[in-house]
């Protein structure tokens, strides 16, 4: 596609239900990234995708949370349990070969009430 | 691990003067800085960047400039215009397809 899409765009949440956030990156893309961007604060990563490979998941921030590429396009940030401190934008970003840089999805807003 | 402090928080100019937002990075590995437009409710997008093979780069209005040694690099926009009120994020990474670690956003506002 002509960028990154995420969806949904909103969500909202009851506390301890599950969520599940797609990103579709731009056709082509290696490198997927997710962030996570709380209100008034710069986006921290959560976690980088090389095609289906999981290269980094450092910055995940309890085993709640859970991302996967499967077939190195697609991608799915999945949260289980959520808790109100879930609430926070999360932005996908992918990024080509060679020295582009990123772009940025819309981001899914998630609400946990 | 990597961290980036930015400065001022919040910056507020007259439309026609110009804006200068710095950062620091504290890990001297660090070799891709790009900077991002924030609007509200929208994605961040990346209005310039600088490798750490230049010191210098300039788009139109905007430059960034970078020095190695002391590890700070500065965003500059000249003849600011109301469209350019946003909040800007410098970043710091190991190359364009690393995770890139953010700073903390200035929020600009520029009167008309």
């Known amino acids: 596609g002509a960028g990154v899409s995420q969806s949904p765009r909103y969500k909202v949440a009851k506390r301890g239900q599950d969520v599940a956030l797609r990103c579709d990156p731009i056709?082509?893309?290696?490198?997927l990234f997710w962030y996570q961007q709380a209100l008034g604060q710069g986006p921290e990563f959560l976690t980088y995708f090389q095609n289906e490979a999981q290269l980094d998941k450092s910055g995940l921030p309890s085993d709640r949370f859970f991302a996967e590429r499967p077939e190195g396009s697609v991608s799915t940030l999945k949260i289980q349990r959520t808790q109100q401190e879930d609430s926070a934008v999360y932005l996908c970003?992918?990024?080509?070969?060679?020295?582009?840089?990123?772009?940025f999805g819309s981001g899914t807003r998630l609400t946990v009430v | 691990g990597e961290n980036v402090e930015q400065h001022p928080s919040t910056l507020s100019v007259q439309e026609g003067d110009s804006a200068v937002i710095k950062c620091t990075y504290s890990?001297?590995?660090?070799?891709?800085f790009p900077w991002y437009k924030q609007e509200l409710g929208k994605r961040p997008q990346l209005i310039i960047d600088i490798r750490s093979n230049v010191g210098e780069k300039k788009d139109q209005r905007i430059a960034v400039t970078l020095n190695k040694t002391a590890k700070h690099f500065s965003l500059h926009i000249t003849e600011t215009q109301p469209e350019d009120s946003a909040v800007y994020f410098c970043a710091a990474s190991k190359g364009s397809s690393y995770k890139l670690i953010f700073g903390s956003g200035t929020r600009l506002l520029v009167r008309p």
């Open positions: 056709s082509g893309h290696v490198s």
């Open positions: 890990d001297s590995a660090s070799n891709y």
């Open positions: 970003a992918s990024s080509g070969r060679g020295e582009g840089g990123y772009t």
